[in-house]
């Protein structure tokens, strides 16, 4: 089958043709025709094998064939996602396919100024990629209207049900046209059951697509462990590295914090090697993945903020140096690559605390993965298993914090935490440094912080008023 048989105008074949496509992936081949024809889709595929491409292209044909012809252009078509990456990855899908029409599109998400997200919007576009929190921002200053909206997106939809954005979906929902005026699709690498039921009650009787079984990885991927102890993981890496001479692998760590210093240690050991998760600046995750990419920088240290979304072309290596808490997380790291049909490797370092993680992953996936001891990295067997650290319960998932920084999930993610799981207080995830958090908890954070300490001050300035008065003296101001 090729794209000429879909439906697509000639527009898009010739952007498609122009990225060196000619034929479409199984998940584009079914998602496409069906989406041309004004269904609601709930669609999942193995990650890397074009999910993006198989919404945007029928959402770019839809709205085009439907211009608006006079006044300001409104918003017509909005795509939501969970991070800031994966939200400018899909924007650059928008742009490259839709080069030869006249749509216009933009992408707004938090950790970067407001203003210039709101010059685009006043000058009117058809299509807005965005991340929740800061869409409700822009909604909250009035700068955006969403009851035109003909084509709603959802992508990623379980990694925000993680991230507690499910309050934030349904205040978009509530401002969108009707459920019968609008489409809706619904696209993710995996779909947990959690995620049908949520689907059964947003989508309007939607085309179920799944070209693979749920929370499988790809064939191309070749996945190997190496047993060794939790101090000699950085010496393992290190020797790998070098002996084997890989130039571009993404590292995986547990914590912000485990992130950083595993960067640091790697330069001292030679190898280029930056770290991105939330607590990096917008533009310093931009500069880092720009220099990975182009392979000025050799290792990329990364939490779980980059298992979704990140599209980095024919990467060849992914390291889990920590195991992550959930087994699904697994799934979405390697899948960074193998990728369009590359083939991929996938090494994971398992010290003896991770043997469980380890066993349900491989429950996940239904086989074994094959075990190599490297030869003078053999584990030491009178070394006990300890508890793995930060608030991971006995099936190795996250339970929300007491000190008000859970993350106020309801029961249809209850097992499951945000980016960076069970991470140290300096550990943070990243909705906790922008306003791509949440609405319902920036607003908890207003009047359970600034507003007691206002009304302390007042009582204790009544409080010093009346004793100064008894006592015969001013009040001092």
Known sequence: MSFDSLGLSADLLRAVSEQGYTEPTPIQSQAIPIILQGKDVMGGAQTGTGKTAGFTLPLLQRLNSNQVSHGKRPVRALVLTPTRELAAQVGASVETYGRHLSLRSTVIFGGVKINPQKEKLRHGVDILVATPGRLLDHVSQKTLDLSQIEILVLDEADRMLDMGFIHDIRKVLALLPKNGERQNLLFSATFSNEIKQLADRLLNQPELIEVAHRNTTAERISQVVHPVDKGRKRELLSHIIGSQNWQQVLVFTRTKHGAN???????????????????????????????????????????????????????????????????????????????????????????????????????????????????????????????????????GRSQPRGNGNGHNRNRTSNKRSTDGRHEAKSDRPEQKRSSDKPAHKQAQRKTNGSQPKTQAWRQRSAQGRQRASLLGGGTRD
């Not at 640091?264 to 050991?269: E, F, I, T």
């Not at 060849?316 to 195991?323: Q, R």
């Open 261 to 395: 210093r595993l960067a640091q240690q790697l330069n001292r050991d030679g190898l280029s090697a930056a770290a991105i998760h939330g607590n990096k600046s917008q533009g310093a995750r931009t500069r880092a993945l720009a220099g990975f990419k182009s392979g000025e920088m050799r290792v990329l240290v990364a939490t779980d903020i980059a298992a979704r979304g990140l599209d980095i072309d024919q990467l060849p290596h992914v390291v889990n140096f920590e195991l992550p808490n959930v087994p699904e997380d697994y799934v979405h790291r390697i899948g960074r690559t193998g990728r369009a049909g590359n083939e991929g490797e996938a090494v994971s370092l398992v010290c003896v605390d991770e043997l469980k993680l380890l066993r349900d992953i491989e429950r996940l996936l239904k086989r074994e993965i094959p075990k190599v001891t490297l030869d003078g990295y053999q584990p030491d067997p009178s070394i006990k298993a300890e508890p793995i650290q930060n608030g991971r319960n006995n099936k």
